[in-house]
């Protein structure tokens, strides 16, 4: 991985960790005698991702981290100078040597924000050699990490509320730096908890895990436990051989299931057996090594109903492969029956997971109404992000010495907003249809699918502006130019919410960062508030990002001027 320690004992990224045309970039900077010019970076995206109408921003925590802890080392600067022309100034190097982020502000989107095309993620002002060095590591930092959050909410809102999501992607993920990123920002995105302990140990995130089909399929059943004695979970009367109880109650099973005794596998049982001994009080079974029906769910049944005589009580069961929904259905009336018949009625409630490259469509099948599932488990199509494996994201040049710089190519949709801007979010109130006051349809035809329907408190655009203009105000009637949109329209919000925050000024910490669990609460809370049209993950309508008067018509200057 290409960390190291902070003073604090946090990973953070090496400052090398970037291209080397920075490097380049940063020399002729310096050459220039520009080196220590005030200049302001941006970095957004242009598209939201999956195809779908809005993003949740992750990775500012680690980009605060990085920033604060940012240093090249000796070994750093050896390095660019072998790989830089060998008769370039000493003094270069010094400078090298010397650079850290004190002179270096952000303002940013809190972490776990809904966020659109163009609208800021980060802004990052500072010493324009510097800011420009800062230009990889922060798109690496925050683009697979709000890639991934978006993902694992997209896979929430399929899932509903009430199923419990389990990222299990670290085997399949894209080296280990992927699979730790996937873990914690899956987490951020709505997941419940994660199988990667390191995760767990090092940002909190919940950690979960059963067992595989190696640990069954590793017994042969003549096995003997070296202590098979279980004591109540009570810890009131005396030990019960767990392996012997086992015996006795798989004959009831067997009897009641319609089942020879023989048929349910003895090394899954034993595998059972000793699982329970180990955590009798959190017992589980992988139904599937060998057959559900005629084995692993007998198996099973034996051992939770003998824990069960001990006051204990399974947690769960998993499966694997199959008709997932169609065996949890019929688990589920298997437990129902089983728990009447033998007075063990919390058994109808045992959990049952599953598990076994889920994707968006599987997953839709196994949480829709009526479903007897209860934990699904994702790895590859969590941490791949296999519908879209970038995010897109830019970090470019907005302003130096406080003037605008602004790109313009023959791509329009490649054109950057030039300036230092601030951002707003504009809310509804109920009942209200506030927008749409003076608004030509014509040039925009999404636009009225937007805004069908009111809902109490949720957003209706993001307002980009300069960041010398005074900030609008709720109930104040204002001039915006849609993107895309020929001519403007006025609006009338009834909540107005300012976007960006200022997180680092000048090199040192201006707002406290919340934790990893206050940002998984908080992107929900934000979900929330998005219309469900563009919460639709097929064909949503667009969520509007608005410019005003005075950063469109310094657009259309600049533009003018450069096409010149």
Same mark, same amino acid.
């Given at each position: 991985?290409?960390?190291?320690?902070?003073?604090?004992?946090?990973?953070?990224?090496?400052?090398?960790?970037?291209?080397?045309?920075?490097?380049?970039?940063?020399?002729?900077?310096?050459?220039?005698?520009?080196?220590?010019?005030?200049?302001?970076?941006?970095?957004?995206?242009?598209?939201?991702?999956?195809?779908?109408?809005?993003?949740?921003?992750?990775?500012?925590?680690?980009?605060?981290?990085?920033l604060?802890?940012?240093?090249?080392?000796?070994?750093?600067?050896? /390095? $660019?100078? *072998?790989?830089l &022309? +060998? #008769?370039?100034?000493? @003094?270069?190097?010094?400078?090298?040597?010397?650079?850290?982020?004190?002179?270096?502000?952000?303002?940013?989107?809190?972490?776990?924000?809904?966020?659109?095309?163009?609208?800021?993620?980060?802004?990052?002002?500072?010493?324009?050699?510097?800011?420009?060095?800062?230009?990889?590591?922060?798109?690496?930092?925050?683009?697979?990490?709000?890639?991934?959050?978006?993902?694992?909410?997209r896979?929430?809102?399929?899932?509903g509320?009430?199923?419990?999501?389990?990222?299990?992607g670290?085997?399949?993920?894209?080296?280990?730096?992927?699979?730790f990123?996937?873990?914690?920002?899956?987490?951020?995105?709505?997941?419940?908890?994660?199988?990667?302990?390191?995760?767990?140990?090092?940002?909190?995130?919940?950690v979960?895990?059963?067992?595989?089909?190696?640990?069954?399929?590793s /017994? $042969?059943? *003549?096995?003997? &436990? +070296? #202590?098979?004695?279980? @004591?109540?979970?009570?810890?009131?009367?005396?030990?019960?051989?767990?392996?012997?109880?086992v015996?006795?109650?798989?004959?009831?099973?067997?009897?009641?299931?319609?089942?020879?005794?023989?048929?349910?596998?003895?090394?899954?049982?034993?595998?059972f057996?000793?699982?329970?001994?180990?955590f009798?009080?959190?017992?589980?079974?992988?139904?599937d090594?060998?057959?559900?029906?005629?084995?692993?769910?007998?198996n099973?049944?034996?051992?939770?109903?003998?824990?069960?005589?001990?006051?204990?009580?399974?947690v769960?069961?998993?499966?694997?492969?199959?008709?997932?929904l169609?065996?949890?259905?019929?688990?589920?009336?298997?437990?129902?029956?089983?728990?009447?018949?033998?007075?063990m009625?919390?058994?109808?409630?045992?959990p049952?997971a599953?598990?076994?490259?889920?994707d968006?469509?599987?997953?839709?099948?196994?949480?829709?109404?009526?479903?007897?599932?209860n934990?699904?488990?994702?790895?590859?199509?969590?941490?791949?992000?296999?519908?879209?494996?970038?995010?897109g994201?830019?970090?470019?040049l907005?302003?130096?010495?406080?003037?605008?710089?602004?790109?313009?190519?023959?791509?329009?949709?490649?054109r950057?907003?030039?300036?230092?801007?601030?951002?707003?979010?504009?809310?509804?109130?109920?009942?209200?249809?506030?927008?749409?006051?003076?608004?030509?349809?014509?040039?925009?035809?999404?636009?009225?699918?937007?805004?069908?329907?009111?809902y109490?408190?949720?957003?209706?655009?993001?307002?980009?502006?300069?960041?010398?203009?005074?900030?609008?105000?709720?109930?104040?009637?204002?001039?915006?130019?849609?993107?895309?949109?020929?001519e403007?329209?006025t609006?009338?919000?009834?909540?107005?919410?300012?976007?960006?925050?200022?997180?680092?000024?000048?090199?040192?910490p201006?707002?406290?960062?919340?934790?990893?669990?206050?940002?998984r609460?908080?992107?929900?809370?934000s979900?929330s508030?998005?219309?469900?049209?563009?919460?639709?993950?097929?064909?949503?309508?667009?969520?509007?990002?608005?410019?005003?008067?005075?950063?469109?018509?310094?657009?259309?200057?600049?533009?003018?001027?450069?096409?010149?």
């Amino acid at each position: 991985m290409e960390m190291e320690l902070d003073d604090q004992g946090h990973m953070v990224v090496r400052p090398l960790l970037t291209d080397l045309y920075q490097a380049t970039m940063g020399l002729g900077y310096w050459r220039a005698g520009r080196a220590c010019e005030e200049a302001e970076f941006e970095l957004f995206f242009r598209h939201c991702p999956f195809g779908g109408s809005f993003a949740l921003t992750a990775g500012l925590q680690d980009c605060i981290r990085f920033l604060r802890a940012f240093r090249l080392r000796d070994a750093d600067v050896q /390095f $660019l100078a *072998s790989v830089l &022309p +060998p #008769d370039t100034d000493p @003094a270069f190097f010094e400078h090298l040597r010397a650079l850290d982020c004190s002179r270096v502000s952000v303002r940013a989107l809190p972490e776990g924000s809904l966020a659109f095309p163009g609208v800021p993620l980060l802004q990052v002002s500072g010493p324009l050699l510097l800011v420009q060095l800062l230009e990889t590591p922060l798109l690496c930092l925050v683009s697979y990490a709000s890639l991934v959050a978006t993902n694992a909410a997209r896979l929430r809102l399929i899932a509903g509320p009430d199923k419990r999501l389990l990222e299990m992607g670290l085997r399949r993920a894209q080296g280990p730096d992927g699979g730790f990123t996937a873990s914690i920002y899956s987490y951020l995105g709505g997941f419940d908890s994660s199988s990667n302990t390191l995760a767990g140990q090092l940002r909190g995130v919940p950690v979960a895990g059963t067992l595989a089909h190696s640990f069954i399929t590793s /017994f $042969l059943g *003549s096995e003997v &436990p +070296p #202590d098979p004695m279980l @004591a109540p979970a009570s810890s009131e009367g005396p030990a019960v051989d767990l392996p012997a109880s086992v015996n006795l109650w798989l004959k009831r099973v067997c009897i009641y299931l319609g089942l020879e005794e023989r048929e349910p596998h003895p090394g899954e049982r034993a595998a059972f057996v000793a699982y329970a001994l180990a955590f009798p009080r959190a017992f589980q079974g992988l139904l599937d090594s060998y057959s559900v029906r005629r084995s692993g769910l007998p198996n099973f049944l034996a051992v939770a109903l003998a824990l069960g005589e001990l006051g204990y009580r399974a947690v769960g069961v998993r499966l694997d492969s199959g008709d997932l929904l169609q065996q949890a259905k019929e688990i589920r009336g298997i437990f129902r029956t089983v728990g009447a018949e033998f007075q063990m009625p919390w058994l109808e409630f045992v959990p049952i997971a599953v598990s076994n490259n889920i994707d968006e469509k599987e997953l839709a099948r196994l949480a829709q109404k009526g479903s007897e599932v209860n934990v699904i488990g994702i790895g590859t199509n969590v941490v791949t992000c296999p519908k879209q494996p970038s995010m897109g994201c830019v970090y470019k040049l907005v302003s130096v010495g406080g003037q605008p710089r602004i790109k313009l190519t023959e791509e329009s949709q490649k054109r950057i907003l030039p300036g230092s801007k601030a951002a707003f979010r504009f809310l509804d109130s109920e009942g209200d249809f506030p927008l749409c006051l003076l608004c030509p349809f014509s040039s925009l035809q999404s636009f009225s699918d937007v805004f069908l329907a009111s809902y109490t408190g949720s957003l209706l655009l993001d307002l980009l502006q300069l960041a010398e203009e005074p900030p609008p105000k709720a109930g104040q009637e204002l001039r915006v130019w849609l993107q895309g949109a020929q001519e403007p329209c006025t609006v009338k919000p009834a909540q107005v919410e300012p976007l960006l925050r200022l997180y680092l000024q000048q090199g040192q910490p201006y707002e406290p960062l919340p934790s990893l669990e206050e940002s998984r609460a908080f992107a929900q809370q934000s979900l929330s508030r998005l219309r469900p049209a563009h919460k639709q993950l097929q064909n949503p309508a667009v969520y509007q990002v608005a410019l005003s008067e005075k950063l469109r018509a310094l657009v259309d200057s600049l533009s003018a001027r450069g096409a010149l």
